[in-house]
């Protein structure tokens, strides 16, 4: 806006240096002609727009003249406007040389507010009054409205609303006492189909191939939940639950075994992946990353491709629910010295041709 004014003063400074070169007939002429012209222009523009330069201009202009004189002038405006434009005008000028005191209460400190948006996170059943009651119980003094105010401002709904639990934190909450197992198809070059078995464990992402079939019976099943639990009795694994399907190959006599070994079944709902999800995403992990890119030709071929796969997986591929830790290999400790990173001598390790590779220090 101040651009704008300072445009407007020197565009009129010419015109009022012009002016003064013009004989007092030229003027009266021009006067009448742009009369005229905005008696034209008010009977087609019902209520123009005026912007605050405008307004600014108008005002300084106008005001020297008195309220007889104004009510002659034919203006697109009433003449108190223009006063009132003038008294605004003035208004601004003595509010800005002013420093305005500020009104109502201070605002909440940001490390309270931080706070406040912490325990609501952390704690889906407490709602405002139980969160300004813990914020007491720390010596931090705030109205409870104050904390229902920070809770609407940053859309967090009331404690009932928050309390529903999606299966992804509940196995999240469970995952050391988690076990799931599922079984998946695939192909052969022939087009035969086989079947694959696999387990793994919540809590340390760890995968065991268990076997594959092109016909999954229900002794084949049963004998693979014997093998799986003396692996996990082997690892000292600390699973009591295990997550399945609802998949008819999986008999009674496969959760007896399971269940005489200490774990409860719990079978997944129906059409419900996300109660099988780390399951789920393994087997997407494992198409993507080996299947999808391997020509199958039989079922001993597949047993060894999968039996890589499996060392590969639970070996070195990194993890983000691990922190990029692979489950049988924790991160190793950071390199800080610059000369460690300027003689970095890395080799490649390829398995099953280049399919999977593994990049580690040279010896």
Request: glycine share 4%; charged share 25%; hydrophobic share 45%.
């Amino acid at each position: 806006m101040l651009l704008r004014l300072a445009y407007l003063a020197a565009t009129n400074t010419f015109t009022l240096l012009r002016l003064l070169t013009t004989s007092n007939r030229e003027k009266d002429v021009e006067i009448l002609a742009l009369r005229h012209q905005l008696l034209v222009l008010q009977r087609q523009v019902g209520s123009p727009t005026f912007t605050d330069t405008d307004r600014a201009v108008l005002a300084g202009l106008l005001h020297h003249l008195p309220m007889a004189k104004l009510r002659h002038l034919l203006l697109l405006v009433r003449p108190d406007t223009i006063l009132r434009w003038h008294r605004d005008l003035l208004k601004r000028r003595h509010a800005a040389t002013c420093v305005p005191k500020r009104r109502g209460r201070p605002p909440t400190v940001r490390s309270i507010r931080a706070l406040v948006l912490r325990l609501a996170r952390e704690n889906a059943s407490w709602g405002y009054r139980r969160i300004h009651g813990e914020l007491a119980a720390l010596g931090i003094k705030v109205a409870a409205s104050t904390v229902w105010e920070i809770l609407r401002e940053h859309g967090i709904p009331p404690a009932p609303e928050r309390q529903s639990t999606a299966w992804a934190d509940f196995l999240r909450s469970q995952a050391q006492a988690l076990l799931a197992c599922d079984l998946f198809e695939t192909r052969t070059l022939s087009g035969a189909r086989l079947y694959v078995f696999a387990a793994i464990e919540h809590a340390s992402r760890r995968v065991r191939i268990l076997g594959a079939t092109a016909h999954p019976t229900g002794d084949w099943i049963v004998q693979l939940g014997r093998n799986l639990v003396m692996d996990l009795e082997d690892a000292g694994s600390k699973a009591r639950f295990l997550i399945r399907d609802r998949d008819s190959t999986f008999t009674a006599a496969f959760d007896a075994v399971l269940t005489d070994a200490g774990l409860e079944i719990v079978t997944s709902g129906i059409r419900i992946p996300r109660m099988n999800s780390i399951m789920e995403r393994w087997i997407q992990t494992c198409r993507r990353e080996l299947l999808d890119r391997t020509l199958i030709w039989d079922q001993r071929h597949l047993l060894h491709v999968l039996r890589e796969f499996e060392l590969y997986y639970n070996g070195h591929r990194p993890h983000r629910a691990l922190n990029q830790a692979a489950p049988l290999r924790p991160l190793p400790a950071p390199i800080t010295e610059p000369g460690q990173i300027r003689r970095l001598e890395i080799r490649r390790r390829d398995r099953l041709g280049g399919a999977l590779r593994e990049y580690q220090h040279a010896a």
